[in-house]
């Protein structure tokens, strides 16, 4: 689905409302990377869930800032989005899925984890004084 101005207007109220964000997202820079977006939309056509796909290199792909609506929370919006995600990124040929969460985002680990993503390491975030864990899934292995 090709996204319009009012989906890019949700997608970045909806990222800068539940994620603490260094930098705001607008309409603009979700638009610059529209292709990049996964979405669930609501019955009236609202986006309700997105998650961002980016390739990093030719065997990494990250999964960004996967969001669900605080009133659609336990819907099985964030376990969809990331299913979508993974299937995305091995489409494209990915090796290795990673991703970044703030220490304190329980939900996201626990996520994450379940879909047999391994924590790496953690590093400060100066701008936002948050600690940020990464994790990481690899798809393709060496036999």
């Not at 994620?19 to 019955?43: G, P």
């Not at 869930?49 to 996967?66: D, F, G, P, R």
Request: contains cysteine; proline residues 1%; aromatic residues 10%.
């Amino acid at each position: 689905m090709t996204l319009t101005n009012a989906h890019a207007d949700q997608i970045a109220t909806l990222l800068n409302e539940r994620n603490q964000l260094t930098q705001k997202l607008t309409r603009k820079s979700v638009l610059d990377h529209a292709d990049s977006y996964i979405c669930r939309f609501s019955d009236a056509n609202e986006v309700v869930a997105c998650v961002q796909v980016k390739s990093v290199q030719w065997y990494q792909t990250e999964i960004l800032h996967l969001t669900v609506a605080e009133f659609q929370t336990r819907k099985g919006y964030a376990k969809w989005l990331l299913c979508e995600a993974e299937r995305v990124a091995r489409t494209k040929g990915a090796r290795l899925l990673q991703c970044t969460i703030r220490e304190s985002n329980i939900g996201s680990r626990t996520l994450f984890e379940s879909f047999g993503f391994l924590y790496i390491n953690t590093f400060n975030n100066p701008s936002s004084g948050n600690n940020v864990m990464i994790f990481q899934k690899v798809l393709l292995c060496v036999q």
